[in-house]
């Protein structure tokens, strides 16, 4: 019966984790402006891999595997952001219509030369 609860609950974190995806492919292909694409992907790409990794920690049981699925869900909770963070600012800084396509905060190019 024990197994049958953690195949349970192990399959709904793998379902979650798949649900997120599709919602992440679907933000992806939406929006037609590249940062708004990339934080669909960043923060779905986290989150659904979290979720999976986590199923997959439930039913691999209490070893050394299961350690290392968390490892990894602790990297990318740190490294994910900091990479879309990078590439933002990337495109923020190369852009040259980047005030043609969303609102920037801050002084302008004009404003700043008066």
Known sequence: MLEWIRFGIGSFFLFIGMVIFCVQLFGVFRYKYVL???HAAAMGDTLGISFSLVGLMIFSGLNF????????IIFL???SPVSSHLISRLEVTTNENLEENCRVEGK????EAE
Do not use: I
Request: charged share 20%; hydrophobic share 50%; proline share 0%.
């Open 36 to 38: 708004n694409r990339m």
């Open 65 to 72: 595997t299961t350690l290392k699925f968390a490892l990894v």
């Open 77 to 79: 909770w740190c490294a």
């Open 108 to 111: 302008s190019a004009e404003e």
